[in-house]
């Protein structure tokens, strides 16, 4: 029973807000994502407009009373930079399942957690386990 869980990775938010400021992402992609721009000096990194990003966060609660197509004119008109409705769907659609996928991720690493105390518990009461190899096993096996 000395076997590792593994490393956990979450995934990470295409949008990084620290103390109401927009943060620089790494470019993964060839294109450009609405709300950033090319860092000239890296080009892996992409610089948020802050503009575009506060008025995306503004067109997600108009899409609960406006279709996409309206919202993304209007995003479009707004910002100067054209975002098709199809687009702006996809966007909101996968940072919601980044969301959520997230959250799951927690989740499970709270069991997995969880089930690790209740095994040292377990290892520690059975008979004739010794109280110096239970804890250096699970101890090795997390680092």
């Not at 790494?26 to 950033?36: E, K, L, Q, V």
């Not at 503004?58 to 004119?73: H, L």
Request: charged share 35%.
């Amino acid at each position: 029973m000395n076997r590792s869980l593994g490393v956990w990775e979450l995934p990470q938010p295409t949008d990084l807000k620290e103390d109401n400021e927009w943060q620089p992402i790494p470019r993964i992609a060839r294109t450009i994502p609405f709300g950033y721009k090319k860092d000239e000096n890296d080009p892996n990194v992409l610089l948020p407009i802050t503009k575009q990003l506060d008025l995306l966060e503004t067109a997600r609660k108009y899409i609960k009373q406006y279709s996409y197509r309206e919202v993304a004119n209007w995003l479009s008109t707004e910002t100067d930079r054209y975002i098709s409705h199809v687009g702006l769907r996809k966007r909101l659609q996968n940072e919601q399942r980044r969301k959520n996928q997230t959250r799951s991720l927690r989740k499970w690493a709270e069991f997995a957690e969880a089930a690790i105390i209740k095994a040292k518990e377990i290892e520690t009461k059975r008979t004739g386990a010794s109280c110096e190899k239970a804890n250096t096993d699970y101890t090795e096996g997390t680092h």
